[in-house]
Antibody, heavy 121, light 110 residues
Framework: EVLLLQSGGGLVQPGGSLRLSCAAS????????LKWVRQAPGKGLEWVSE????????YYGDFAKGRFTISRDNSRGTVFLTMTNLRVDDAAIYYC??????????????WGQGVAVTVSS | QSVLTQPPSASGAPGQRVIISCSGTNSNIGSNYVYWYQQIPGAAPRLIIHRNDQRPSGVPDRFSGSRSGTSASLAISGLRSEDEVDYYC???????????FGGGTKLTVL
């Protein structure tokens, strides 16, 4: 069974930083890309970032470029999202996610439980 | 502002068929697969259509997807009260080099 267990959400002040973690199990971790998707309160889904299986290739939504960094530790089966210079409009539920098929970045079959990020002074 | 355009709402009576549209461009729907997600408020989304028109295991055949040119559609037949949730389309965008979601459609079963 694929499990994505997230941690690291919380309250941060504008301009602050936060690191989200996602510990994965139930599949061969170093053979799948992983991604982050967020959802602001009362809003729709928004793709944040994706990292390739090896960790050598990353993609970011425009709002995340230069502020967010996705990374992974294949030895620990964990993917991270480090967020800096956080803004009020970054407040959202952040989901760690994985697709069943390689090469289909918009496909998400498995989701973490989601963690809340609140940005407020 | 979403690159994929969905109607914010849709509705239908129990037992009826409803279609939710998703409009894009040649850089996304026109050249990449479309996916549809169903989301109950407060829960993580669930994949209900992949590769334009394929249903994952466990998704009822009341749900069907199609793609034509730069648009896609999700059809739900035999509407049930439990279908009254939110639906999102998604695709890869070649120009943005990223995944894009539609703004979401809230379905009401009258």
């Amino acid at each position: 069974e694929v499990l994505l267990l997230q941690s690291g959400g919380g309250l941060v002040q504008p301009g602050g930083s936060l690191r989200l973690s996602c510990a994965a199990s139930g599949f061969v971790f170093n053979t799948y890309a992983l991604k982050w998707v967020r959802q602001a309160p009362g809003k729709g889904l928004e793709w944040v970032s994706e990292i390739s299986a090896s960790g050598t290739t990353t993609y970011y939504g425009d709002f995340a470029k230069g502020r967010f960094t996705i990374s992974r530790d294949n030895s620990r089966g964990t993917v991270f999202l480090t967020m800096t210079n956080l803004r009020v409009d970054d407040a959202a539920i952040y989901y760690c996610a994985k697709g069943e098929m390689r090469g289909e970045p918009a496909r998400i079959d498995y989701w973490g439980q989601g963690v809340a990020v609140t940005v407020s002074s | 502002q979403s690159v994929l355009t969905q109607p914010p709402s849709a509705s239908g009576a129990p037992g009826q068929r409803v279609i939710i549209s998703c409009s894009g461009t040649n850089s996304n729907i026109g050249s990449n697969y479309v996916y549809w997600y169903q989301q109950i408020p407060g829960a993580a989304p669930r994949l209900i259509i992949h590769r334009n028109d394929q249903r994952p295991s466990g998704v009822p055949d009341r749900f069907s997807g199609s793609r034509s040119g730069t648009s896609a559609s999700l059809a739900i037949s035999g509407l049930r009260s439990e279908d009254e949730v939110d639906y999102y389309c998604a695709s890869w965008d070649n120009n943005l080099s990223g995944v894009i979601f539609g703004g979401g459609t809230k379905l009401t079963v009258l």
